[in-house]
């Protein structure tokens, strides 16, 4: 038996640190496990005791690349929670809000990480070597992204000024008119990030997902919705505990979630647009058929394509939300304290988050519950793992780690984040 | 988009604030913020590459502070060009996405986007837990740096001045 280990570099700033080990006997994948070893960071323990007027301050720590998710979802629990509804004006800045850090996350992982897989290429620098103008689009359309989270949220990471209510401060219209230039520039680049992906050369790979995502009756879901599967499911966010669960593995200091009383499943892109395909823009549906995606794609290496779509949309979306704003009298509705629980899903960038708080009569934080995408999603990145690189065991050892990583890479996991330090042990054994 | 020649002069300290020593760039940035060399921003960031590329894009000078991990004892300072040859990746963290420092940098090259003078001072960490603080010797070593930026900064006016005299 031989194991063979590949490091990559010391890591210290970082927000997950994470390692591959695959085992192959007789020619065949035995396991693949995602381990996750970054230390628990107990947020959820900071938050009991609280007030939940703190609440949004402090999940936005939990995530640099997107904390507005964890502000949605915490907020809308807890205003659940406490008989609140922001109303439509609110409800549409947040909308625009989460606009701005799809386009920004999305945009990231599109040309920094996840493109270089099928370009050929080490990593972004070794790219933008050769693809030079391909790179600053993508790093101007991801800045059209952050203009808006700092226009609303006060800074471009972990932004101030969202709270349980509404916001701290609202922007006036002609606040929003030189973000609508940027995004119409935004929405071009867009279209051609995704002409531009439609040209990679995907593996063909398939799997029968369960997918589960957010459902809106009218809206692409980002802000809010039913939870919804394409096995059946349909539920109401406050439904989430009865059918998923969480369990500790012990190569992985992120729980890992299931269906109860079924298996892993996928949320992220590729589960929002199979259920929701038929609530895109018109632009983005057009910009998603020219690019050969049919109204639903299983194909997990096409998730790049699916992420351009939806990078689309949320400048399309983001320019809809601009021309329809009016101006709210309050930034914020009352919020007075009251005993109760409460439950949030959005979708972040990644998939649906999930948020319960148990709230005290005086308003303290009694229990907080958050379930993130990433733990939704690792038993399927370890299935994709088990079923996908079983025809790439041939190739070369490099060829095949970096078949490994793209495979994780697939699904922009965001605490052992993507590019390239991944440690992997293949295990050879008979 | 792309280069602009605005002839900036930046000091950026990088770091995360909230991971131990990780925070020393910024902890420097802030030394030398209320009295700044002449001609030059000072800001903090957190290490975010696109942010960091922004920053950089169109400048005509950039000193960058960090914390770096390369295995020598905590507090030692290293000052690299980064305008003449990359940062030895090995020496400085990866952020989180994996586009570290060195890579942002080279990055900036790749793009055409790296400041003609582009300085980098790494102070060596001892501790990168959540939520500690300073270590001592890299608590002393951040004085030593804000100082050495200065008299630096200082030198290379004087000498350009004395160029245009």
Known sequence: MAVKTIKVDYLARVEGEGALKVIIRDGAVASAELRIFEPPRFFEAFLRGRAFVETPDIVARICGICPVAYQMSAVQAIENALGVDVGAPLRDLRRLMYCGEWIE???????????????????????ARDHGDVVRRGLALKKAGNAIISLLGGREIHPINVRVGGFYRTPRRRELQPLAEELKWARDAALETVRWAARFDFPERERDYEFVALRHERDYPFYEGRIASTRGLDIAPDQFDAHFEETQVERSTALHARRKGGGAYLVGPLARYNLNFDRLSPLAKDAAREAGLGPVCANPYRSILVRAVEVLYACDEALRLIDAYEESEWPTVGTPPRAGVGFGATEAPRGLLYH?????????????????????????IEEDLRRFIGG??????????????????????CISCATHFLRLELEHGQ | ???????????????????????????????????????????????????LLAELDGAAAAYIIDACASGAAPGIVSRFDAAAAPLPSRTFALSSHG?????????ARALKQLPPICVVYAIE????????????????????????LRAEIAARVETEEARHA
């Not at chain 1, 790439?392 to 996991?413: A, I, K, S, Y």
């Open chain 2, 125 to 148: 960490g001892g501790s990168f837990e959540t939520g500690a603080p300073l270590s001592p010797p890299v608590a002393a070593a951040v004085a030593t740096v804000a100082e050495r």
């Open chain 1, 105 to 127: 996350s999305h945009t990231l992982h599109v040309y920094m990480l996840h493109a270089p897989d099928f370009l050929g290429y080490e990593g972004a620098v070794e790219m």
């Open chain 2, 99 to 107: 586009l570290g420092l060195a890579e942002t940098i080279e990055l």
């Open chain 1, 392 to 413: 790439w065991l041939d190739l070369p050892e490099e060829d095949l780690r970096h078949r490994c990583e793209q495979t994780v890479r697939n699904h922009d996991p």
């Open chain 2, 1 to 51: 988009m792309g280069s602009k020649a605005s002839g900036r002069r930046i000091v950026v300290g990088v770091g995360n604030p909230d991971r131990g020593d990780d925070v020393a760039g910024r902890v420097v940035a802030r030394l030398l913020r209320d009295a700044p060399p002449e001609g030059f921003q000072v800001s903090e960031k957190d290490g975010e590459a696109t942010a």
């Open chain 1, 356 to 380: 319960r708080y148990q709230l005290a009569a005086d308003g303290t934080i009694a229990e907080a519950r958050i379930v993130p995408p990433t733990s939704q999603n690792q038993p399927s």
